[in-house]
């Protein structure tokens, strides 16, 4: 059955009117009653018995009607949850971030999101590199603050919350330590150490080489899934790795140093959501961060 064919059904049962049922679901009388021969016919039984002074049920209609309005309840109840999640910024919201500089985000914006719509409570939890997006497409987040763009056809990109200079960290003794700044190009001199949001997309194109804009290949380090392992696999001379100009706020570590580059793009950070998820909360927790920013 259709949901408008069990509602017209359980409101007749109720009213024992087609005039009184129209008005309510505010149909012509003609409908109504074309809707209930309609199950007549596929019941192969009269449901309600009409005379020109009443409507009531008949022993199958009845039972109909018993076995059919909890089921009716239930799903109307489970729709009214579906909106709800939907379309209203309640319940709880879990959120994700990668990175020190995805976290300051996350604490601003929670703070506004929470002010703005008190009625929704904000889990917070920071992820490995290596399993942000796994987290993500097993609904164990929500949403993802992470480094931009994260490709995928099932992945909406929010706008970008926070720009910063990425800077190349080396080990104290390497040359490049010595430098005022570094090129992408220098790249193709050393082993460059492996995590999610390493390079920029456009060093990485799908199916081809790593290669430098120039043409040369990017050597490729061992894999981290940690940014304190990366660290140490950098100090122990084991490659070097691109990184935001945040971690400059942090402690450094004596045997690693930071060189800016000159000739990269900014390192992008915002929300992250899976399109097939995206709900109100998601939206309203977009929008507070947003203009967490420009404020």
Request: glycine fraction near 8%.
């Amino acid at each position: 059955m259709e949901r408008y064919e069990m509602e017209t059904f359980l409101t007749l049962a109720e009213e024992l009117h087609f005039g009184r049922t129209a008005m309510r679901l505010r149909v012509t009388t003609a409908r109504v009653s074309q809707v209930i021969s309609g199950l007549e016919r596929r019941v192969g039984a009269p449901l309600f018995e009409r005379t020109s002074r009443s409507v009531a049920l008949t022993p199958i209609g009845r039972r109909l009607h018993d076995d059919l309005r909890p089921a009716f309840e239930r799903l109307e109840a489970a729709l009214a949850t579906a909106v709800a999640e939907g379309r209203g910024v309640t319940g709880l919201l879990r959120v994700g971030f990668v990175g020190a500089a995805a976290g300051r985000l996350l604490v601003r914006a929670t703070d506004r999101f929470r002010t703005r719509h008190p009625g929704c409570e904000v889990e917070i939890s920071e992820v490995r590199m290596a399993e942000a997006l796994e987290r993500l497409r097993a609904d164990a987040l929500e949403l993802l603050i992470a480094c931009l763009p994260l490709s995928g056809p099932d992945l909406a990109n929010g706008p970008v919350l926070l720009s910063e200079p990425r800077m190349l960290a080396v080990p104290t003794g390497h040359p490049f330590a010595r430098r005022g700044s570094v090129s992408v190009e220098d790249l193709a001199h050393a082993d460059v150490l492996q995590a999610p949001c390493s390079l920029p997309d456009h060093w990485r194109e799908p199916g081809s080489p790593r290669l430098t804009p120039a043409g040369l290949a990017i050597p490729l380090g061992r894999t981290a899934a940690t940014f304190q392992e990366i660290l140490a696999l950098v100090g122990a001379g084991e490659g070097v790795f691109p990184v935001g100009a945040h971690v400059t706020r942090s402690p450094t570590p004596p045997d690693v140093t930071y060189v800016p580059f000159h000739d990269t793009p900014p390192l992008d950070w915002g929300p992250v959501w899976r399109t097939s998820r995206a709900t109100a909360r998601i939206r309203a927790f977009t929008e507070a961060a947003a203009v967490d920013q420009m404020a």
